[in-house]
């Protein structure tokens, strides 16, 4: 019985599909991608070359492009982009008119140490949450399917469950991370890769063309 509800898994959300080398899956530090932020815990901010700031934004997306923000303590915000390259120890960035930057970092799914700082991943506001189907729909979509279920916690860690129609059900634990308008899955046997839209009727469509499945989700 395990390994029949096991197919289901495998048709609804194609957990264990190979993929080609350009696809974000493939990414070598998929944890570094996304917004992370770092906010003073005093109200005077943290000097640095005479200027005081109040937090840091730095995005890094899946091209090995990044761009930091800089909030100063008057209300001003620096800004600049560039590439960057990385391996298991040290974060290289690269800006037009900047000298190369080297640092040391420590990173897991949701905290980013960068030379002593501590950045926190956020996701966008209205993701987190309970999310149960409504309609799951799709060429690939197995027929003994009657529901999934996704819960998607702030920290970036996740549970997926889908049930069958006798009420079996299997789930699956792990993290996840975004870009633009894509969600990862990763959890202990695989990874799930789909687009996603947030209606602002409280729904989420998560969609894998690639594979004909769509499931519109209400939050809970």
Known sequence: MRSIF?????????????????????????LLLGDWYWFSTTDEGVESEGIH??????????????KVRLLRTDGRIDEWEGK????ETTLTM??????????????????FLLDGAR?????????????????IQGSDVDKR??????SL?????????VIGKDGKRIEHKGIYYLE???IVLIYEDGQHDSHFKLGGDNTLTLTNKQFGMEAVMQRQ
Do not use: C
């Open 153 to 161: 916690r702030p920290d970036f860690l996740f549970s997926a469950q």
């Open 53 to 66: 700031y109040r937090a840091m934004n730095i995005k890094f997306n899946s091209a090995y492009h990044f």
């Open 94 to 111: 690269n800006s037009a008119g900047q000298p190369t930057q080297q640092h040391e970092y420590v990173l897991s799914y949701n905290q």
């Open 145 to 150: 399917v009657s529901e999934l279920k996704l």
């Open 84 to 87: 960057y390259d990385i391996d």
């Open 6 to 30: 096991l197919s289901l898994i495998l048709s609804v959300f194609s957990w264990s599909y190979a993929v080609t080398a350009d696809e974000l899956t493939e990414f070598d530090y998929p």
């Open 119 to 135: 950045f926190t991943k956020l996701a966008p506001e209205n993701l987190p949450g309970s999310w149960r189907s409504s309609r």
């Open 180 to 182: 633009d308008d894509r």
